[in-house]
């Protein structure tokens, strides 16, 4: 367990924005042949969603029309303090060089979310099997310095799932439950930061401990009614 005091709260959000609203006031991030990394960070959004909520978090997604400045202000409108949960913002990666590949996440200034990070690139670099190329400060980021890093309330980091230009990367992400074994793997990272045990993620297991405890209960209500059966027959004796 990393966050002991925080929140169980994740406030998400799928990196970059559009304002369908609005003409061209859009940001859809990088493109790559028919890959654009606004609607991969929205799936793996829309994935993870449900299983942050089934492990016991309150989540909060940011809406896909802010921008992120917007996007910031939003979040810390909810996350005034900094036990107030955690925010992460989900990005693709993008460079000229096509073989790099791999998961990596940026960090601000604390210890504490570099782990935070650390656990995030463990988990989804093995389920994407790509490579981990860890928890880096923001500071090593293109823009030097990351606002959803620097200026939101609580606790934050970001994370580059894979890379939009790696052909490997994308075809394991676009592989049968893909963008599911994401969504296990950053459920199960944060878990671990927050100190949540998980439930057997088995619905068939869940239905036959109820079949067999449904079982059990009739097994005892026939013993009762057969003790007031034999009650009531008792008195109906000559
Ligand atoms: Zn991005």
Known sequence: ????????????????????????????????LTFVELTETMKIRDA???RLKAAGFEVFAVPDDLNLRRSIDWTNSKAKKLDDGLALDIH????????????????????????????????????????????????MSNPGRLGWIREINCWSVLIEICFLTNTEDMTALHAENGYDKVAIAITEALADVFGITLKKDNSCEAEKETITKLNEENVSLKKIINQIMEYLSSFLKP
């Open 1 to 32: 367990m990393i966050l002991e005091k925080a929140k169980k709260i994740i406030y998400l959000n799928a990196g970059h924005f559009d304002d369908p609203g609005t003409l061209h006031v859009e940001d859809p991030g990088a493109k790559h």
């Open 48 to 50: 993870l969603l449900p």
């Open 92 to 139: 693709l990666n993008y460079i000229s060089d096509k073989t790099q590949r791999g998961t990596e996440a940026f960090y601000g200034t604390s210890d504490t979310t570099k782990r935070i990070g650390e656990i995030l690139c463990e988990k989804v670099s093995v389920s994407l099997n790509t490579k981990n190329r860890h928890s880096k400060p923001d500071t």
